[in-house]
């Protein structure tokens, strides 16, 4: 699915529903796009929701990650994917601690 389809209101659904961190990963922009600028629009959405609903609802901007990464980058993706884990546990040792 193109990032440009992802609405504000699916990442708030998973936020609502327990998601510890939410990761939504598309095409490199602008111009790998196969819907023209789909990624761009995404990079906006996702640019307000950090900025200004997340903190509305209490919620950290730092648990929502936008990465663009090809399907060539499996390394690239190995390591959003570790560092996210890293920062979940993090944030999990914090709700303990």
């Known amino acids: 699915m193109c990032t440009g ?3 504000q209101e699916m990442i708030l659904h998973a936020f609502e529903k327990g998601a510890g961190l939410v990761l939504v990963g598309g095409c490199h922009p602008p111009g790998d ?6 990624n761009l629009q995404c990079e906006e959405m996702i640019k307000k929701l950090k900025e200004k ?5 209490g919620i950290d901007p730092e648990r929502l990650r936008l990465e663009w ?9 190995q390591k959003v994917m570790c560092e996210l884990c890293e920062q979940l546990e993090e944030a999990r040792k914090g709700v303990r601690g």
């Open 53 to 57: 609903v997340l903190p509305e609802k």
């Open 5 to 7: 389809r992802i609405s």
């Open 69 to 77: 990464i090809s399907s060539a980058e499996g390394n690239i993706f």
């Open 33 to 38: 796009c196969r819907y023209i600028n789909g």
